[in-house]
């Protein structure tokens, strides 16, 4: 492998429905596009075949890389899913609008525009919730992406018990789904399920 091996050069996928990549900004540009690229396909790779199957060596040989420039930037498997943990656009762009319909619409954003991505990345976290370092991050991103802004949004004296009892509704129900997989939730489709589920996470945030 030559010089050239900080800086991966062939372009990364970016798969649908899972949270950004976190990367640490750095001075050097070459580190950062091997960080970013790194982060990309161990998104990826954790999305398709779990977290237990995904190895620091799968994500380098898929790169073309030394496995120990991914345990350079990232030090551990467990630091590189931490690393990748964040909210989606989509769902942040769900927050904007009339807060009549906002719990359909982070429904929708969750189950719909997201859809599969979601609940198998939810379902990979699971899988290592007994890290307290995941279980932290987790409520960081809960905090930061969803309790925040709908906290800011709701007029009521309690509106971080409101924001944190629609975000453990929404919490429970990719639960359900995405771990219990209980089919019958979703046997009528995902439309037919937000239907029935939007009033009750709006009457929350009403």
């Known amino acids: 492998m030559d010089s050239t091996r900080n800086t991966v050069r062939a372009p990364v996928r970016e798969a649908a429905g899972r949270p950004h990549a976190d990367v640490t900004a750095t001075d050097d540009p070459a580190v950062e596009t091997t960080r970013a690229a790194i ?122 018990l409101r924001a944190r009892l629609a975000a453990a509704a929404l919490r429970g129900l990719l639960y359900s789904i995405a771990i219990v997989e209980d089919d019958a939730l979703t046997a009528d489709g995902m439309p037919a399920l937000i239907d029935r589920y939007a009033p009750a996470v709006q009457a929350l945030l009403d």
């Open 39 to 160: 982060a990309r396909v161990a998104a990826r790779q954790f999305l398709e075949a779990g977290y237990g199957p995904t190895t620091m060596r799968g994500i380098a040989a898929e790169l073309g890389i030394d496995p120990s420039l991914v345990i350079h930037h990232f030090k551990s498997k467990e630091n590189l899913l931490l690393s990748i943990l964040g909210p989606t656009p989509t769902v942040l762009d769900a927050l904007d609008g009339p807060r009549e319909t906002l719990g359909r619409r982070i429904l929708e954003a969750l189950l719909v525009s997201v859809g599969e991505g979601s609940l198998r990345f939810f379902a990979i976290l699971t899988q290592v919730s007994d890290s307290e370092a995941v279980r932290a991050r987790l409520r960081e991103v809960f905090d930061e992406a969803l309790i925040g802004p709908l906290r800011a949004r709701l007029p009521h004296p309690d509106a971080d």
